[in-house]
C-alpha cells in the first residue's frame, strides 16, 4: 500500500509539473482531454490511499498532529496548484505559485519521514 502511494505522490508531482511547462509555453496539449481528466483521477486516488494507509495503520490526525499538518499541506497543495495553472496571470506569477506548490510538497515528504509537526506543534 505505501508503493501504491508513492506511486501516486510521484504520477500527481510529474503531472502537475508537466502542466505547469505547457501553462508556460501556453501549448495547446493543455486542452487534451487525458490531461484535462487524468490529474483529478489520480489525485482522488491519492488522498484515498493516504487515508486507508492512516487507517491501517491507526493514525488518527487529530492525535498524531503530523498527519493533520500533511492534511492541510495537501489542501495547500492543491490550491496553489489551481493557482498556478488557473488563476495566475503572467508567467512570475505561474512560477512563484509553482515553487510555493513544490514548497508545500517538500513539508509533506518531510512530515512523512519524520513525523515530526513543524506549525501545529
Ligand atoms: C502530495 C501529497 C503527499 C506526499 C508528497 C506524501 C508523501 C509520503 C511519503 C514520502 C511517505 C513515505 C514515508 C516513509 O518513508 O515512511 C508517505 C507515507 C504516508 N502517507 Fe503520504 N504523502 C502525501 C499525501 C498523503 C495523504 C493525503 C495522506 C492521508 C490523508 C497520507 C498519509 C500517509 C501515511 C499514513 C503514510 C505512512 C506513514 C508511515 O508508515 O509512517 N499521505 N507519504
Same mark, same amino acid.
Not at 10 to 37: C, E, H, N, P
Given at each position: 500500500m505505501k508503493h501504491l502511494h508513492i506511486t501516486l505522490v510521484? +504520477?500527481? #508531482? $510529474?503531472?502537475?509539473?508537466?502542466?505547469?511547462? /505547457?501553462?508556460?509555453?501556453?501549448?495547446?496539449?493543455?486542452?487534451?482531454?487525458? +490531461?484535462? #481528466? $487524468?490529474?483529478?483521477?489520480?489525485?482522488?486516488? /491519492?488522498?484515498?490511499?493516504?487515508?486507508?494507509l492512516a487507517v491501517k495503520l491507526h493514525i488518527n490526525p487529530m492525535e498524531q498532529l503530523w498527519l493533520g499538518e500533511k492534511i492541510i499541506a495537501l489542501f495547500a497543495y492543491i490550491f496553489t496548484g489551481y493557482y498556478t495553472l488557473k488563476l495566475a496571470r503572467n508567467r512570475p506569477m505561474q512560477i512563484l505559485g509553482y515553487l510555493g506548490a513544490m514548497g508545500w510538497v517538500m513539508l509533506m515528504v518531510r512530515l512523512a519521514m519524520t513525523r515530526e509537526v513543524m506549525f501545529l506543534g
Open positions: 510521484v +504520477l500527481s #508531482i $510529474s503531472l502537475f509539473t508537466y502542466r505547469f511547462i /505547457l501553462t508556460l509555453m501556453a501549448s495547446k496539449k493543455l486542452d487534451s482531454k487525458w +490531461l484535462k #481528466i $487524468s490529474p483529478h483521477v489520480i489525485d482522488t486516488f /491519492l488522498i484515498i490511499v493516504g487515508i486507508s
